[in-house]
């Protein structure tokens, strides 16, 4: 273990130890939990916001220490940082830890770097990266509530009105064709994993609406492909859209099945 190495546990260490902002703000503008199935992390960021900056942030970690570590860095990172810059910093550093290359931090974020030894472990990066998606999300969530009402609402996805079908098939055999799509990481059917949100049958079109365990899931692009590969190949489908939805967020702990449930440990 080179020097770099040993400062950089003792960083994660200190954060894990010792949780800054620590705590739940209540009331909050934004209160946002993100999870990670694969070690059981588990984070609630409550925040205020004031003039589009975000003035207090507080963050009850639960899991493992790169987890923790990682939360408590972010609460330092973006507490009096306007939302925008707040976004900006959890998306770099999102990129840092997915896509590689080095980031340059100022000099108040220093510590982040001490993650990036992560990147080694591939399995870790989601610990490293939950708090961040969920302050992602958390900020998405709040600027769509403060956005002027009678303004543009968020497009709904646009539903397929279900016309008959002149194909004969049905849901059933779509969601039997996409229990053959598994998640690549967690290896399981996304079926199973109640990944599916929704299938719309109008004519030779099928709409799948499908959401990702994160928004930071490398795999997505795969996925999608894999997914409408699957569907295309049903009998008189002619075309297969695949809408990528984010709400309600995917929960396994309320829309997987109990299989998946019981192997991540959640049951
Ligand atoms: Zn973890």
Same mark, same amino acid.
């Given at each position: 273990?080179?020097?770099?190495?040993?400062?950089?546990?003792?960083?994660?260490?200190?954060?894990?130890?010792?949780?800054?902002?620590?705590?739940?703000?209540?009331?909050?503008?934004?209160?946002?939990?993100?999870?990670?199935?694969?070690?059981?992390?588990?984070?609630?960021?409550?925040?205020?916001?004031?003039?589009?900056?975000?003035?207090?942030?507080?963050?009850?970690?639960?899991?493992?220490?790169?987890?923790?570590?990682?939360?408590?860095?972010?609460?330092?990172?973006?507490?009096?940082?306007?939302?925008?810059?707040?976004?900006?910093?959890?998306?770099?550093?999102?990129?840092?830890?997915?896509?590689?290359?080095?980031?340059?931090?100022?000099?108040?974020?220093?510590?982040?770097?001490?993650?990036?030894?992560?990147?080694?472990?591939?399995?870790?990066?989601?610990?490293?990266?939950?708090?961040?998606?969920?302050? /992602?999300?958390?900020?998405?969530?709040?600027?769509?509530?403060?956005?002027?009402?009678?303004?543009?609402?968020?497009?709904?996805?646009?539903?397929?009105?279900?016309?008959?079908?002149?194909?004969?098939?049905?849901?059933?055999?779509?969601?039997?064709? /996409?229990?053959?799509?598994?998640?690549?990481?967690?290896?399981?059917?996304?079926?199973?994993?109640?990944?599916?949100?929704?299938?719309?049958?109008?004519?030779?079109?099928?709409?799948?609406?499908?959401?990702?365990?994160?928004?930071?899931?490398?795999?997505?692009?795969?996925?999608?492909?894999?997914?409408?590969?699957?569907?295309?190949?049903?009998?008189?489908?002619?075309?297969?859209?695949?809408?990528?939805?984010?709400?309600?967020?995917?929960?396994?702990?309320?829309?997987?099945?109990?299989?998946?449930?019981?192997?991540?440990?959640?049951?």
């Amino acid at each position: 273990m080179s020097l770099t190495d040993d400062l950089y546990r003792d960083i994660i260490l200190e954060h894990f130890k010792s949780p800054h902002h620590h705590g739940k703000l209540e009331p909050a503008d934004i209160t946002v939990e993100g999870v990670n199935p694969f070690c059981g992390d588990e984070v609630t960021l409550t925040a205020r916001v004031s003039n589009g900056i975000m003035t207090e942030i507080q963050a009850l970690a639960k899991g493992c220490s790169i987890s923790q570590a990682s939360t408590s860095m972010l609460t330092d990172a973006v507490q009096g940082q306007t939302l925008a810059d707040a976004q900006r910093l959890a998306a770099q550093f999102k990129q840092v830890m997915l896509e590689g290359g080095p980031a340059a931090w100022p000099e108040a974020l220093e510590d982040l770097e001490a993650l990036e030894g992560v990147k080694k472990y591939p399995v870790r990066i989601k610990c490293a990266i939950m708090a961040w998606n969920a302050l /992602l999300e958390g900020i998405q969530d709040y600027t769509k509530e403060t956005a002027v009402t009678g303004g543009a609402k968020p497009s709904a996805i646009s539903h397929q009105p279900s016309a008959s079908a002149s194909t004969g098939l049905t849901e059933t055999q779509v969601r039997e064709a /996409l229990q053959a799509v598994e998640d690549p990481e967690l290896h399981w059917s996304i079926i199973e994993l109640g990944l599916v949100y929704g299938v719309q049958i109008g004519g030779g079109l099928v709409t799948v609406d499908v959401t990702l365990t994160s928004p930071g899931c490398p795999y997505g692009p795969m996925l999608l492909a894999q997914i409408h590969h699957a569907v295309k190949e049903l009998p008189g489908v002619q075309q297969v859209k695949v809408n990528v939805v984010w709400t309600p967020p995917w929960d396994p702990r309320t829309m997987a099945t109990d299989d998946v449930k019981m192997e991540l440990g959640i049951g």
